[in-house]
């Protein structure tokens, strides 16, 4: 599930971001002064999360962003400085390589101070602040979520309604199909062996088992989404599964309603599909 969260103390900045993916893939961003906390902080996302791909960056701000603009700040005046000095010496004068590094230092590395002190404790009380509000975030998103997957569930739950009802009359669309082809190739046939033609076909085409396996199927995804537990990956097979049974259902449906609502029926199983992607 997508979610973001933003926390910004006193002194630091958390930034925690979460995208949709297939598994886990947890990236944490850190200064090197703080890289012991890596392993910790990875640790505790993964023990929390099980799916999405999750962007974890952390920064100084305020104070500490202030004193170490005011470093840089300080190195460009030095340059600044040196620049003039060296524009008031007599040509005849070489600078000491000291007094070139120097400057050389002053102008390419403005950009690069590290800050190297860091409150520890500070850092992780607003990291865990920043994890809670980042949950918070995947919660509501859920719960979204669940609520267009329950819609979807109800959709596919009146289309096989009504291709239960429009489909009572299957054996005798069979007939009667084969008794319009018999008088196109305008030829007759055994009665015995029509019965026994049309109870074959009818045999082959009968979708009952089909539309008791999607109930089944339908009745398992409200239950994981009513559970609070991770169930993305079960939900992703179960919509596999219902496609693969509202495709066989729609060959085999000889009514013209009944194939028209099992496209339905696709299509809201496809739409559900989408969104289960998302669920962790």
């Not at 509202?246 to 000889?254: C, F, I, P, Q």
Request: hydrophobic residues 40%; aromatic residues 6%.
């Amino acid at each position: 599930m997508t979610a973001f969260a933003y926390v910004e103390c006193e002194n630091y900045l958390w930034e925690i971001r979460s995208l949709n993916h297939r598994g886990l893939d947890v990236r944490v961003k850190l200064p090197h002064a703080l890289l012991e906390l890596e392993s910790e902080v990875l640790e505790t996302v993964r023990n929390s999360v099980f799916r999405g791909k999750i962007d974890v960056n952390f920064r100084a701000s305020s104070a500490d962003s202030k004193a170490s603009r005011g470093a840089q700040l300080d190195v460009k005046n030095l340059s600044e400085q040196l620049t003039a000095i060296l524009a008031e010496l007599p040509s005849t004068v070489v600078p000491s390589v000291e007094l070139l590094s120097l400057l050389r230092f002053s102008q390419t590395q403005l950009e690069q101070l590290p800050m190297e002190e860091f409150d520890v404790a500070q850092v992780r009380a607003s990291f865990q602040e920043a994890l809670a509000k980042f949950h918070a975030d995947r919660e509501r998103e859920g719960k979204s979520l669940f609520q267009l997957v329950v819609e979807k569930v109800g959709n596919c739950r009146e289309c096989v309604a009504e291709i239960r009802a429009r489909s009572s009359n299957q054996t005798r669309l069979v007939q009667q199909n084969l008794n319009e082809r018999l008088k196109a190739l305008k030829t007759s046939v055994d009665a015995t062996r029509l019965a026994q033609e049309v109870a074959l076909i009818a045999q082959k085409s009968d979708f009952s088992e089909e539309m008791d396996r999607l109930l089944i199927h339908l009745d398992e995804v409200e239950m994981r989404v009513a559970d609070d537990s991770p169930s993305g990956r079960r939900l992703n097979f179960l919509a596999q599964e219902l496609a693969r049974e509202a495709n066989t259902l729609a060959t085999k449906a000889y009514s013209p309603e009944a194939a028209k609502r099992s496209i339905d029926l696709k299509v809201y199983i496809d739409q559900m599909r989408e969104q289960i992607q998302n669920i962790e």
